[in-house]
């Protein structure tokens, strides 16, 4: 009983359970598909197929493997996420010390925020290209945006909740402005930023596939569209969704693993 | 009951009919404080003492400057409230600790000390004889969360006296604690203000504690919010848990008691 107990609550069996699940899950439905006539045919593969196309050494346009070519493009689309995550980031964190230094700030910048966030990102997709005239940059950008409104909105949540008696506390001791922000508001709205960026990670990821998937050029997503259109193997389309699901959980932990050394006082540590 | 001369030439806190009115955004205004009028003497250790609602949180807030009066006048060692606070003459114990969670007990009671930038070692010394006194020299690294309920009041009072402010200004800082830790920290509240001769304002809604503590029991009684009893409390020091029982203390409670009857 108490080696099992062990194992439960041990850290890697939910990782371990998951996995197991998801396998099962997966093979029973291939096989379905499998042994139904379905059309398309195989739109999903056994996972023994998949891991073959990442080991096959066989090129696919003349030069790459499935998986070389995968990377190369997902270069392309998971830097341009990663560079308009990092800006996003801080722009969001700088507009919402704005938007709480002054409420005028936050009245005007709101709506704003909102209107971009309803706007969905392939309506955005062709004006930010035309407004740069790059689709490299124009995809940073959209990736900025979208990290941007959930870094803000979180932070400025944090700013606002922390408790009165900090903010009487703060005055008593007749504190500068510029100190109760170093002091006090900002390690206080730590947390909350970091739920922001973990919200906004992955969608700066799926964001820059799908908008790949709008325009051509090189990404992650224009391999993606042309592989759904029979253009190449679908083993290449199934590599990328498994990349990506990857990257999506990779940023989650990574954020995470970030958050936990900036402030461990926030962890629940047993003793 | 109400003496309206006073004396005394070691006048503290002067608070001549002070009146607050609460505006409310639906109109209607609550008086939470009329006509309060008292000296509290340097060195004095004062309750304010009633029922919830009597406005003892906003007298001590009109006191720490976190409020301003609409009517009256208040002065702090003859200066404004304002004047007071910039001089950083307050220390401010709240009901709860608010302490800071990421900060190790030490570096709380630094914090106030590092914004009046004082040099580091000072503050880290400071610091330490503050926790000596409230006796938890031993916690110094602990994160907050890791002590009691007790345990971070106590963090509490340190970081308020950091700042060696003249005046300590306690809103019901032990009521959430329970019964045994709460008469520790009475016993230790008593000797640090022996040793250190603060000015204390202290809220409560407990009779027994009032008594117990302070040297004058300043009763509110509510709607609106008014001094109803000045009673100044003639109990030997130092004060051990064994005065509750005696006559003396029990008379007190006793007389208290029967001020709020006509409320
Ligand atoms: N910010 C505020 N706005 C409006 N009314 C208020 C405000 N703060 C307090 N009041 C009112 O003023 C009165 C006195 O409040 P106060 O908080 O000073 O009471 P208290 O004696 O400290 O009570 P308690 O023992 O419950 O803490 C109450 O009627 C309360 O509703
Ligand atoms: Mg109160």
């Known amino acids: 009983m108490k080696v099992l107990k062990r194992i439960i609550n041990s850290k890697y069996f939910m990782v371990v359970l998951w996995t197991v699940l998801i396998v099962t899950i997966w093979e029973i439905f291939a096989f379905i598909v499998q042994y139904t006539k379905r059309t398309p045919v195989n739109v999903l593969p056994h996972l023994s197929g998949i891991l073959e196309s990442i080991l096959s050494t066989k090129t696919i346009n003349g030069s790459q493997t499935a998986l070389q070519m995968v990377l190369v493009n997902a270069g392309a689309t998971l830097s341009r996420a990663g560079i308009g995550f990092l800006i996003g980031t801080a722009l969001g964190f700088v507009l919402a010390l704005l938007m709480n230094l002054s409420g005028t700030v936050e009245k005007v910048a709101f709506p704003y925020l909102m209107l971009i966030q309803m706007i969905p990102v392939l309506g955005m997709a062709p004006i930010i290209l035309a407004l740069t005239g790059d689709i490299g940059t124009s995809r940073t950008v959209i990736a900025a945006i979208l990290t941007f409104y959930p870094v803000a909105t979180n932070t400025l949540a944090g700013f606002k909740g922390v408790q009165k008696e900090k903010h009487e506390l703060m005055y008593s001791y007749a504190a500068s402005k510029f100190q109760v922000y170093v002091k006090t508001l900002i390690p206080a709205c730590l947390p909350s930023f970091f739920t922001g960026m973990k919200i906004a990670a992955p969608m700066a990821v799926t964001a820059s596939i799908l908008v790949d998937t709008l325009q051509g050029g090189i990404g992650l997503g224009c391999l993606l569209s042309q592989s759904l259109k029979g253009a190449m193997t679908r083993y290449v389309f199934w590599q990328i969704v498994l990349l990506s699901a990857i990257v999506g959980i990779l940023s989650f932990v990574l954020i995470g693993a970030i958050e936990k050394k900036v402030c461990p006082y926030n962890q629940k540590t047993k003793g | ?263």
């Open chain 2, 1 to 263: 009951m109400l003496s309206m001369v006073d004396m005394r030439t070691d006048v503290e806190i002067m608070l001549k009919d002070i009146g607050m009115t609460y505006k409310t955004s639906t109109n209607t205004d609550v008086t939470a404080l009329t006509n309060v009028t008292m000296n509290i003497h340097k060195g004095e250790f004062v309750s304010l003492l009633g029922p919830s609602g009597c406005g003892k949180t906003t007298l001590l807030r009109i006191i720490a400057d976190l409020l301003t009066p609409t009517v009256g006048e208040i002065s702090v060692g003859g200066e404004s409230p304002r004047e007071a606070r910039l001089k950083r003459k307050y220390g401010i114990v709240f009901q709860g600790a608010v302490l800071y969670d990421w900060r190790t007990v030490k570096k709380n009671v630094m914090l106030p000390l590092e914004i009046m930038h004082l040099p580091k070692k000072d503050c880290e010394e400071r610091a330490d004889k503050m926790l000596e006194m409230v006796g938890l020299k031993d916690f110094a690294k602990h994160y907050p969360r890791q002590l009691s309920g007790g345990m971070q009041q106590r963090v509490g009072i340190a970081r308020a006296l950091a700042i060696q402010p003249e005046i300590l200004l306690m809103d019901e800082p032990f009521s959430a604690l329970d019964e045994f830790t709460r008469e520790k920290l009475h016993e230790d509240l008593l000797r640090i203000w022996r040793k250190t001769n603060k000015t204390i304002v202290f809220v409560t809604h407990n009779i027994q504690e009032s008594v117990f503590l302070s040297d004058r029991v300043c009763v509110l009684s509510p709607h609106p919010g008014r001094i109803s009893a000045l009673i100044d409390i003639d109990l030997p020091r130092p004060r051990t848990v064994e005065i509750k029982s005696t006559p003396e203390f029990t008379g007190y409670v006793a007389q208290i008691r029967s001020s709020f009857e006509g409320i």
